[in-house]
Nanobody, 126 residues
Framework: QVQVVETGGGLVQPGGSLRLSCVAS????????IGWFRQAPEKEREEVSC????????TYSDSVKARFTISRDTAQNTVYLQMNNLIPEDTAIYYC???????????????????RGKGTLVTVSS
């Protein structure tokens, strides 16, 4: 059974860093797109970043570009989201999700993902 599980959330001060991990079970990352999404209180869920295993395509939302970095360790079947220079507006529940993508389809949207994690809370506050 396919599962994606996020870890690494927590409380961090503005300007600090966190690294989130997404462990994907029973899939080959080379054929899947892994996306990070987030939902802040009273806001819609948004895509933060996507990594397409087929060709290594990476996308970021404008709000996190140059601060967040997505990467993967295929040996560990894990995708990471390194978050630097965090700001209070980054406070949200962060979700990992997987989409079967043998030909390079990107994440596109939360509803296009095939498997979704339960989320990990990131709070940026002094």
């Amino acid at each position: 059974q396919v599962q994606v599980v996020e870890t690494g959330g927590g409380l961090v001060q503005p300007g600090g860093s966190l690294r989130l991990s997404c462990v994907a079970s029973n899939i080959n990352l080379n054929y899947w797109a892994i996306g990070w999404f987030r939902q802040a209180p009273e806001k819609e869920r948004e895509e933060v970043s996507c990594l397409v295993g087929h060709d290594g395509t990476i996308t970021y939302s404008d709000s996190v570009k140059a601060r967040f970095t997505i990467s993967r360790d295929t040996a560990q079947n894990t995708v990471y989201l390194q978050m630097n220079n965090l700001i209070p507006e980054d406070t949200a529940i962060y979700y990992c999700a997987a989409r079967y993508s043998p030909y390079g389809t990107t994440c596109t949207s939360w509803y296009a993902m095939d498997y979704r994690g339960k989320g990990t809370l990131v709070t940026v506050s002094s």
